[in-house]
């Protein structure tokens, strides 16, 4: 966060503020109820000479009411992971309306009309697409959506490193919309990562900004009503409040081959340990276990032993037995039951949550363990007192999605 003049962050609940903080003077204001920190900040209590609390030396204007703070690996949320989240969203919101081209007249810069009523409405959302081309103009009028329906639009991008609105307005109809504006470079097919000047206000109804690698600029005279998702926001004279967009089911991804895939395959290390000091070890996972499916829907993993454990010198380690460790807080306490994959497969469930339908079973086994909640698995090895020569041993693991290419 780069602060400048008597700038202030937020309205109600929660600012949070995860790495680093600047400021042009001594102060920063957060407006929220609820102010969360970063691991690497030093907060200070109000002192007797100055009643102010502080953030790494700078003089907070207001003390929140709730603070909190971050442990070393306990983050409030990954915001690089869910900004990559929102960025396969605006990829998957694009895919889905790029065919949806709505009829737009602009003349010399005035009223931008975008006629949508061609446009098949889902679940009460009208998908449509625009160029950026058509922008900027001094009002923003839609027709062809009923009192129920919501907006998202997603401007093409395409070719464009500067887009702005202009004064634009929103007239009596748009102003009382719902309405998203996706930023997407659809003949790439890549995420915006230019520059968004916003002029227009809004203040009837709450609409979103998704432009989650660009850089938005809110640089009109008034309010902002709605979400705003960037990779850099800078406020200059606008103020976002804290009204925000409703929630919309994702639409399903036209283009998006939804049956399992698996991307990646994880390493697991076992250490280095005397000969004869241990008969059975966990091993550690290295490297991703990725997937890709439909979101929701249960995906069968299979893991075989491809090669036994063989040394550098040719040495076989025939007797050790492989399984896999499921460790299980579904019914409250834990239970764990092992699938011996020796000489067979053992299996693996996976449901994936994500919206995009992708999934990254490590980190979702290092939550859930660390979290004490769900499932989540382990690979051992046993019978380690066979190995009788001393050696680097390797062995050779086999993945395969059942009933799936």
Request: with cysteine; charged share 20%; glycine share 8%.
């Amino acid at each position: 966060m780069i602060r400048k003049g008597g700038s202030s962050a937020g309205h109600k609940g929660i600012s949070y503020l995860q790495r680093s903080i600047q400021s042009n003077n001594d102060q920063a204001t957060f407006n929220n109820d609820t102010l969360i920190l970063g691991s690497s900040f030093k907060y200070l209590q109000p002192t007797a000479t100055d009643g102010r609390s502080t953030i790494n030396g700078l003089k907070l204007n207001q003390t929140p009411k709730v603070l909190r703070q971050d442990t070393d690996n306990n983050e409030y949320l990954d915001i690089d992971t869910e900004l990559a989240r929102l960025s396969s969203v605006s990829k998957i919101i694009a895919n889905h309306s790029k065919n949806n081209n709505a009829t737009v007249e602009n003349k010399w810069g005035g009223t931008i009309t975008i006629d949508a009523s061609h446009i098949p409405s889902e679940d009460n959302v009208k998908y449509l697409t625009v160029k950026a081309s058509d922008f900027p103009g001094y009002s923003l009028s839609i027709k062809g959506i009923s009192d129920v329906e919501k907006v998202v639009i997603t401007i093409d991008t395409s070719g464009v490193n500067n887009f702005s609105t202009g004064s634009m307005a929103f007239d009596s109809v748009s102003k009382s919309k719902n309405i998203m504006f996706n930023f997407y470079n659809i003949d790439s097919e890549t995420n915006y990562t230019g520059n968004v000047d916003w002029q227009s206000n809004n203040k009837e109804t709450s609409n979103a900004i998704l432009s989650p690698e660009g850089i938005v600029t809110l640089s009109g005279i008034g309010t902002f009503n709605g979400n705003i998702v960037a990779h850099k926001y800078v406020g200059n004279n606008t103020f976002p409040t804290s009204s925000t967009f409703p929630d919309l089911e994702l639409p399903i991804d036209r283009n998006n081959d939804v049956s399992p895939k698996l991307i990646s395959a994880p390493d697991v290390d076992f250490g280095s340990h005397k000969m004869n000091s241990e008969t059975s070890l966990i091993g550690n996972w290295k490297g991703n276990c990725q997937v890709s499916g439909e979101k929701g829907k249960e995906i069968k993993i299979n893991v075989e032993l491809a090669k036994q454990f063989t040394s550098e010198n040719g040495s076989f380690a025939n007797d050790v037995s492989w399984q896999l460790v499921k460790s299980d807080y579904g019914s409250g306490s834990l239970t764990t039951s092992l699938q011996d994959f020796t000489t067979t497969s053992a299996r693996i469930n996976y449901w994936p949550w994500q919206d995009d339908g992708t999934g990254n079973l490590l980190s979702d086994w290092s939550y859930n363990k660390e979290k004490k909640q769900y499932s989540f698995y382990d690979m051992q090895v046993s019978n380690l007192d066979t190995i009788t020569e001393i050696g680097n041993y390797t062995a050779t693991l086999r993945w395969t999605l059942v009933d799936s290419p």
